[in-house]
């Protein structure tokens, strides 16, 4: 113990002696081990950590498969079957999530509402922490409305009352007394803050209506295996028993880890980051290495005098892993501090819709894996270091009367460089092409304009009288004229959903005549069995402005207009890729469809137009076929209003509010800029650049510092060999060449290995990557291009310098 405490006495010493190199090497070493942690911060977070719940290996998604191999949600009569026939889980649930206003609790919010089943919480193992969770009676058709709210809610808008037994909610139209409060930090699904029992909706009875997740507690001892055979065997005789068709009925059943269901579409995504913040650490890490080299090069002659008094190999090892510890450490605390400013700059930066992002936190795990990570950098610097040092024969340094016969190996510093530059390259080339790809994306014409557009976002009170949903046609109508009279305002229109926000719902519809309409949804369940008169589409219910307010085109026919009055037979607009699937050669216009099953009215509807293409899924999705329906002779009890204004957005916004404030006080609205919904559509692609951009730019920045350094110190070492060259004739221009050759040769070396590098990794980048290939030639060429002038440049400081060697010095010194 005594001699560790000797060796880091004299470690700290050796370091302070060369407080730029050292201070150089801490920061280096810190930047690369805190966006390391920064990252893997968000992996374990995301990824790694399980799920908060009892046993959660246990737990399981439950997913219908069509006869496209797609998982979709499941249709009520499939999760009966599946819960009631199936022997390897011990319970199954079922869910949705969606946006209501509530009123009771002070103002009227918007807030997350889950519908569930009994067994919800129970599956998952979490009850509520104050009041109960609901009964059998609270779970049954037209019993008394009961909710759980969250821990947030609680404390937000309850007060964080004890007695729960006063506090009523009005929630679409019905009244719900409050039960109980879940423990702080449950939240599932995601974001929700308020459950209410699924059983009190009447059940769809169609087999090709998904409208539903689903969870499930997998028994003792069964494996995933064997419930996904399970639930294969059930769907494959739900397919035989079922008279419906079409691709919306399921073909096979699949059981997915919960955590895999929820993480898995951005897991490749953040072991792609993961793995380029590791480059950008072993570029830091050559870094430092090569300063060390140096810095042990100056103290040859110390090692060797304790050589010389006895020191053995192990002696020496020793004190280069103490110092190399010691100067971790530094790095370490310093690290810990980027790690922790990074984590947040990270969870700022993500895309809303980044799963789990509350889970990401620098936690023991994270805190563990950083001082993993400095302990191996730091003996695996150490070991470097010492090897590199004990290499040379210490009489051979002490009989060197100049103290010139050692020094750093030339050799081991371009080998560093060249590897420096082969990562960075590698970090660059990804980068590009990311960079490339979001350019393609941005190209994109999405099929609507996004500048000058609000969306304000309704969520009705919902009731199941008939006359409420009449009276919606005149809300709507009399939202629409009010706002189109606020000043600056040019458009407003009201759709169900608007593109690239979160997409539409999609079905079955059928090619009828306007005398086999079905007057009861057996009919059309019998309809639904003609293949051949069978289409799929999206369904989206606008107002008359809508195609005009968003710059949709109108392609042939016409859009809706007065018309199309609620009493007035019901018409239909279809996009242009419909039109071309369902008809190809043929004008649709005039078509009969029924597309009842998605709102449960069956009056049939008329195709009056065609128009342009949106991407509903993003701008790198195609576009998708859509039927359009009239919102007043179809509406429902929730809209986002679109209004498209010449003044400014914050004005117009405050204005919007005050307007529904006076026409629907109860209703919340949500504002957005289009311009936000687009960007946030394009969330994922920029987090990914952005993180990838700045590991390549850094890499760059140290691959650079790196070559200047390793030159620079050849320059300095072969000073008088320099100048014996000049004082024998050699021009400057020579002298430059020279240097500057071996400089090149050096980035030669790291472009050809890191090129090959690339062929091979960038590969991995293919799912992120929009119109350009992983392989891109003008990518990698303008990519080298840059590389290889950066480097000259780098090479040519130092090139220049050695010009100046006085050959009268190198001579006297000879």
Known sequence: MASLLLDLRHAVRVLVRNPGVTLVAIFTLALGIGATTAVFSVVHGVLLRPLPYPAPDRLMAIWEVNDRGTYSRLADPNFNDFRDRNRTFGAM??????????????????????????????????????????????????????????????????????SLSAFRLRIQGLVYQVVGV???????????????PAELDAENTSRTSHNYLAIGRLREGMSVAQATADLSAIARDIVRQSPEQGSYLLTDAATVPLQTSLTGRVSSTLYILLSAVFFLLL???????????????????????RHALGAGPGRLVRQFVAEALVLLTASSLMGLVIASLGTSALISLAPANLPRLDDVSMNRAVLAFAMGLSALVAVALGLVTAARAARREPRAILVDARGQAGGASPRAGRIIVAAQVAITLVLLIGAALLGRSFMRVLAVDPGFQTQGLVAMDLAVPHSDDPSARTRLSPFYADVLDRLLAIPGVEDVAAASAVPMDGGLPDGLFAVISPEDAPRAMDELRVLFQRKDRLGTADYCAVSQAYFRALGIPLVRGRVFDDRDAPAAPHVAVISESLARSRWPGADPIGRTIEFGNMDGDLRPLTIVGVVGDTHEYGPEQPPRPTVYVDLLQRPGFSATVVIRSGADLRATIAAARGVLREVAPDVPPRFRTFAQIYSAALGARYFNLTLVAAFAGTALALAVAGIYGVMAYSVTRRRREIGVRVALGASPGDVRRMILGQGLATTAAGVAAGLLGALGLTRTLESLLFGVTPTDPPTF????????????????VPARRATRADPVEALRRE
């Open 182 to 196: 879940m423990p702080a930090g449950f939240q599932f699904p995601a974001r929700a803050d308020l459950w209410v």
């Open 93 to 162: 649930a079922k869910y949705a999530a969606g946006m209501v206003s509530v009123v009771g609790a002070g103002e009227p919010t918007r807030e997350t509402i889950a519908q569930v089943t009994r067994d919800f919480f129970k599956i998952l193992g979490v009850q509520p922490s104050l009041g109960r969770s609901f009964s059998a009676d609270d779970a049954r058709l037209g019993a008394a409305p009961a909710v759980i709210v969250s821990h947030q809610y609680w404390a937000q808008s309850l007060g964080s009352a004890a």
């Open 283 to 305: 570029v830091a890490c050559a870094n430092v290495t090569n300063l060390l080299l140096a810095q042990a090069a100056a103290r040859q002659r110390e090692i060797a005098i």
């Open 781 to 796: 060429a303008v990519t080298i291009t840059a590389l290889a002038a950066v480097a000259a440049l780098a090479c040519y």
